[in-house]
């Protein structure tokens, strides 16, 4: 099959690799149709991620349809259409039982990482069961791939552990993919503000049609002031860096 591998800072190439096949009875092997990619493959390709090694296939993000799955597994079989999840969770050890599957003590981020990942025409997902998901009949397999990590990642990472509430006023630094789920996720806890932050006018205008109440675009270096001034000198309940190296975090 053909896959993205990577060879070490800066190196990747596409090239013919081993078809994906089943290692351990909770295994699917999953064909890709629709995969992208995450600041966390940028971030290796920058040889920040020392764990990913020489001739690992990069990628953890997909929609696919199941080609082959193990002994045991009992939630999916042979053409389920599925979204891989970014985390695999063996959805049995004390943080899983604790919705804490980043944390999976056999799980977590492999794919792409410790496994061979998502950029390529097949993959095998350990514990399938928990870590693989239905796709609806007739969904949209573009729209979809978001949901693999990208979405959940500006709403479980940012919005919930940012502890959004109504009439908070919210930052958000980036108006990237994370940046703007995180803007789109927000609205369902009725915040009154929500100030969206970027280098690129059109990001910006993008973010204000999805709902942003007030943009402000930061090259001349004074962000800092422009949103004291849009909030009285009172600052913002929640903040949240989406370029790639940032969190949530609320005001105490």
């Known amino acids: 099959m053909k896959a993205l591998v990577y060879h070490g800072p800066g190196k990747r190439s596409w090239e013919e690799k081993p078809k994906a096949a089943l290692e351990s009875a909770s295994d699917a092997v999953v064909k890709v149709m629709r995969t992208t990619i995450c600041g966390s493959d940028l971030h290796i ?10 001739g690992r296939i990069l990628g953890h993000e997909a929609v696919g349809v199941v080609e082959q799955v193990g002994a045991t597994v009992s939630n999916f079989k042979n053409g389920d259409r599925v ?13 899983c039982r604790r919705a804490m599957y980043s944390h999976c003590e056999k799980g977590g981020w492999v794919l792409g ?7 390529a025409e097949y993959v095998r997902t350990p514990f399938a069961d928990t870590s693989l998901y239905h796709v609806p009949e007739r969904a949209d397999e573009d729209a ?24 908070d006023t919210l930052a958000i630094i980036g108006a ?7 803007l789109l996720t927000a609205q369902l806890f009725s915040p009154a503000e929500i100030i969206l932050i970027d280098l690129d006018d059109n990001r910006l205008e993008v973010a204000r049609s999805l709902g942003a109440t007030q943009v402000v675009n930061s090259k001349d270096g004074k962000a800092v002031e422009r949103v004291m001034g849009l909030t ?5 309940d929640v903040a949240n860096a989406t370029a790639g190296s940032g969190r949530w975090q609320r005001r105490s």
């Not at 979809?144 to 509430?165: R, Y």
């Not at 990237?176 to 995180?182: D, E, S, T």
């Not at 009285?232 to 913002?236: E, K």
């Open 83 to 95: 979204i891989v999840s970014c985390i695999t969770s063996c959805g049995r050890c004390d943080a």
């Open 113 to 119: 990482n410790t496994i061979d990942g998502t950029q």
């Open 176 to 182: 990237g993919p994370v940046g703007l789920a995180a």
């Open 232 to 236: 009285g000198q009172v600052g913002v």
């Open 45 to 54: 390709l920058k040889g920040d991620v020392p764990t990913v090694t020489d």
């Open 144 to 167: 979809l791939v978001m949901l693999s990590d990208i979405l959940p990642t500006g709403f479980e990472c940012g919005v919930l552990n940012g502890a959004v509430k109504p009439g």
